[in-house]
T-cell receptor, first 116, second 113 residues
Framework: AQSVAQPEDQVNVAEGNPLTVKCTYSVSGNPYLFWYVQYPNRGLQFLLK??????LVKGSYGFEAEFNKSQTSFHLKKPSALVSDSALYFC??????????????FGAGTRLFVKA | GAGVSQSPRYKVAKRGQDVALRCDPISGHVSLFWYQQALGQGPEFLTY????????KSGLPSDRFFAERPEGSVSTLKIQRTQQEDSAVYLC???????????FGPGTRLTVL
């Protein structure tokens, strides 16, 4: 079965420092991977996705993620964190099993705190 | 352009009441998804529509949950005889294709007393 793991409930980083939010996945076949961010009282916002091609994917707000097939990881990164990046981040994988790819499975989320 | 909208934003129901949650997708998006997000958890897939056809309802937790999209645009998620465990945020998302990027609405927070 497809699954997504975000091993850290919370990540703390100082403003200006690089940040990493970890994600590992388990899928059968080639993965479609996504990162979303959720701000309080707002819906999820799409950050970036990996379908095929370059392992380093660049997305919104200066975020990027690196697809590592051997480690089955898709960690979210940003070279220099901003206080405004503080939010809840979700990694997700598209399930291309019997459901035909319509079902997206989300991780439990990682809360990022960026301290000024 | 306008994003995905959902109404109401907040709903309080007494146990046993029926509720209806509405989703207005981005205009022209053929695909529509419903998710349930419990407190402190990630969203969990409920159901998927392609136009008016409900192609996957494998995530609906019980037969008290019913979703429809009769004209291939607006969708309604109905929960009958609500229970306390139904308390959650219900998210709707739409995409231009079935496998395209999903754009989420702000959600409806349902509290069942």
């Amino acid at each position: 079965a497809q699954s997504v793991a975000q091993p850290e409930d919370q990540v703390n980083v100082a403003e200006g420092n690089p940040l990493t939010v970890k994600c590992t996945y388990s899928v059968s076949g080639n993965p479609y991977l996504f990162w979303y961010v959720q701000y309080p009282n707002r819906g999820l916002q799409f950050l970036l996705k990996y379908i095929t091609g370059d392992n380093l994917v660049k997305g919104s707000y200066g975020f990027e993620a690196e697809f590592n097939k051997s480690q089955t990881s898709f960690h979210l990164k940003k070279p220099s964190a901003l206080v405004s990046d503080s939010a809840l981040y979700f990694c997700a994988v598209r399930d291309f099993g019997n459901t035909g790819g319509f079902k997206t499975i989300f991780g439990a989320g990682t809360r990022l705190f960026v301290k000024a | 352009g306008a994003g995905v909208s959902q109404s109401p934003r907040y709903k309080v129901a007494k146990r046993g009441q029926d509720v209806a949650l509405r989703c207005d997708p981005i205009s022209g998006h053929v695909s529509l998804f419903w998710y349930q997000q419990a407190l402190g958890q990630g969203p969990e897939f409920l159901t998927y529509f392609q136009n008016e056809a409900q192609l996957d309802k494998s995530g609906l937790p019980s037969d008290r949950f019913f979703a429809e999209r009769p004209e291939g645009s607006v969708s309604t998620l109905k929960i009958q005889r609500t229970q306390q465990e139904d308390s959650a945020v219900y998210l709707c998302a739409s995409s231009s294709t079935g496998t395209g990027t999903q754009y989420f609405g702000p959600g409806t927070r349902l509290t069942v007393l």
